[in-house]
């Protein structure tokens, strides 16, 4: 159920961004405690972005699941930064992680409304 989407304006080819979607995923079912079967991610990289003006590498996570709580969304921000650095070579002061709490009851999947 948790969503992680993931933007940059690092190009990467097609199958590096499905490597990255995947690590992701991996990073933020763990941290939430979540199983990676309900976990979904999506990037989309080569965009035009820039943070404080200039055009440098930047990233940016944007997490959305149910009623996220602050202890492992701490751990979740020091992970995925780390997965920028080494993915896509974005310093840690140029990403930034937005976390989005869904009250229950305003995400549905597979049929049912959780």
Do not use: H
């Not at 080819?13 to 990255?20: S, V, Y």
């Not at 933020?28 to 200039?54: N, R, W, Y």
């Not at 995925?80 to 002061?93: F, H, I, K, P």
């Amino acid at each position: 159920m948790p969503l992680v989407s993931i933007r940059t304006n690092v190009s990467l080819e097609r199958k590096a961004e499905l490597a990255l979607a995947s690590s992701a995923t991996a990073a933020v079912a763990q941290a939430l405690g979540k199983p990676e079967s309900v976990t979904m991610a999506s990037v989309e990289s080569g965009v035009s972005m820039t943070f404080g003006v200039t055009s440098e590498p930047t990233a940016l996570f944007e997490v959305e699941g149910i009623e996220l709580i602050p202890e492992p969304a701490e751990d979740l921000c020091r992970v995925l930064s780390d997965l920028a650095e080494e993915t896509l070579g974005v310093d840690s002061s140029r990403t930034f992680v937005k976390l989005g709490n869904v009250p229950r009851g305003y995400w549905a999947g597979n049929r049912k409304v959780y």
